[in-house]
């Protein structure tokens, strides 16, 4: 029996995706050959690449308006790193909203001055910086769309003349936004994409070249534009499963669909949270909890013997919270069925019964 698995990533994708990738690991399109041991010159998957770039751009409503999708490799880590490389020539904003936004501005800092617009690490970073003045004399203002680690994600994004870049590596094709006030997007593919082992980077053309340093190759985005994602041996297999993945969120409705998922999915679960007596969010303002990373806690930890059997006996995986928050972390992804966080409800309310 398949678990409820709310595990923060690499997390789970669709059934009819993980049975796709599975026929094409041993047999990939009647070749004889499985997916793993083609070339990744060859026409087979050179489609393939082609295929998930395109998708990419038309879910995100970006087709035709300048902008290139590259699948590459390194994590949204390595991200931290070519992000600065490639756009900062003296100065760069940063909002601080988590431990990702902080390991983005230490790797920034290597290549120039980071002006840290506003940060909510005062209160362990459970809520989401207001008010906050993006400087016009920087190269580009960076962010963290969503917080997995401490359950909260921004609804909105400023606007400013300088070139706008975010981390959406566990919110990317979940809700309906104006991709186009992005200029820079990048996602490591293990939250609603794919399996861990590539990332989409979506970058407008027109903000890359105009830093004066020598970018290595390896590292230089219009590089990787130019070889069409193939400068190196990409990452095939995470690269074909983002593309199921992708046709899958098309046929289903695009992002506008899987959004109307993702709300109800999280209402029914902050709901509960807000109702029972034993429970409490970790994010105390309603306007800046994640769809995607609902954090709580037990308000009397005379209880976590007793809900953690039953989760667990309810074929539950992954609730724990990350260590630096502690309680439980419940991770909603698009692939997750509405029934899977109906069943971590009836156990809530089956811990406050027998309280």
Not at 69 to 88: I, K, T
Not at 156 to 162: A, G, I, K, L
Not at 227 to 253: C, H, I, Q, R
Request: proline fraction near 4%; glycine fraction near 6%; hydrophobic fraction near 40%.
């Amino acid at each position: 029996m398949k678990k409820h698995n709310f595990s923060a990533g690499p997390c789970i994708l669709p059934p009819s995706v993980f049975e796709d990738a599975a026929l094409a690991v041993k047999d990939y399109d009647n070749s004889g050959l499985s997916l793993l041991e083609i070339s990744h010159r060859s026409k087979a998957f050179v489609q393939v690449m082609e295929r998930a770039r395109e998708l990419s751009l038309e879910l995100l409503g970006l087709k035709d308006k300048g902008y290139k999708a590259l699948f590459l490799q390194g994590g949204a880590s390595l991200e931290f790193l070519m992000v600065a490389y490639n756009l900062l020539e003296k100065k760069a904003a940063y909002l601080n909203t988590g431990t990702w936004s902080s390991k983005a501005i230490k790797e920034a800092k290597l290549f120039g001055e980071v002006v840290e617009v506003a940060s909510s690490k005062d209160a362990n970073f459970n809520y989401i910086p207001k008010n906050y003045t993006v400087p016009p004399n920087v190269d580009y203002f960076h962010c963290t769309s969503n917080n997995t680690i401490f359950g909260t994600q921004l609804k909105s994004f400023p606007d400013s003349n300088v070139p706008l870049v975010c981390d959406m590596s566990s919110d990317i094709f979940s809700r309906s936004l104006d991709f186009s006030k992005f200029d820079l997007i990048y996602a490591g593919a293990q939250k609603n994409m794919g399996p861990a082992g590539t990332t989409l980077v979506v970058v407008k053309e027109e903000i890359l070249g105009k830093v004066s340093r020598e970018i290595p190759s390896m590292l230089d985005y219009k590089v990787h534009i130019g070889k069409d994602s193939m400068f190196n041996t990409p990452a095939v297999f995470p690269v074909y499963v983002s593309m199921l993945t992708l046709e899958w969120l098309k046929e289903l409705g695009g992002i506008k669909a899987i959004e109307k998922l993702n709300n109800k999915k999280a209402e029914l679960l902050y709901n509960e949270i807000d109702r029972n007596p034993l429970f409490e969010g970790f994010v105390p303002h309603k306007e800046d909890r994640s769809n995607m990373n609902a954090t709580f806690n037990l308000k009397d930890d005379a209880h976590k013997e007793n809900f953690d059997l039953l989760w667990n006996k309810a074929n539950i995986n992954g609730l724990n919270g990350h260590r630096s928050v502690g309680g439980y972390r419940a991770s909603m992804y698009n692939a997750m069925p509405i029934e899977s966080v109906q069943v971590l409800v009836e156990v809530m309310q089956e811990l406050e019964k027998n309280a």
